[in-house]
């Protein structure tokens, strides 16, 4: 499971959640390619929810829920503006992502899209 790898313990409240929506998409898309199906919003956040407890954290089930279909409107946007075989690449580069050792331009801006979109979401104050 990409989600082993724990947060770090210095990460702000917007970074987890950017995090989430990013990890999310992910493994939405890995399981759009792979098995040709979606993950539901309620999927999405109880693997938020499984990610989360590993690094003691948690965001209430609304938020969650909000961050879940924030991830699955940029894996539906990723799936339908390239081919599939440049999504599969995408999938590959995002998964890997996940590790915090991995450096990526491709995630990396991947990870600047889910703060556009969380701020989209949630206007900073």
């Known amino acids: 499971m990409p989600y082993d790898t724990p947060l770090p313990s210095a990460a702000t409240e917007r970074g987890i959640r950017v995090a989430l929506i990013f990890a999310l998409a992910a493994e939405r898309l890995w399981v759009f390619y792979d098995r040709g199906q979606w993950l539901t919003e309620a999927q999405g956040a109880t693997l938020a929810t499984e ?17 879940s279909a924030l991830s699955d409107r940029l894996a539906r946007q990723v799936e339908g503006s390239v081919s599939r ?40 104050v």
């Not at 990610?51 to 961050?67: D, F, I, Y």
């Not at 331009?105 to 979109?117: G, I, K, N, P, Y």
């Open 85 to 124: 075989e440049a999504g599969l690449y995408i999938t590959h580069e995002m998964m890997e992502a996940l590790d915090p050792n991995y450096q990526s331009e491709l995630a990396q801006s991947l990870m600047t899209e889910c703060e556009r979109l969380l701020d989209e979401h949630e206007p900073p």
């Open 51 to 67: 990610w989360l407890a590993r690094s003691k954290r948690s965001v209430p089930v609304a938020e969650r829920r909000a961050l």
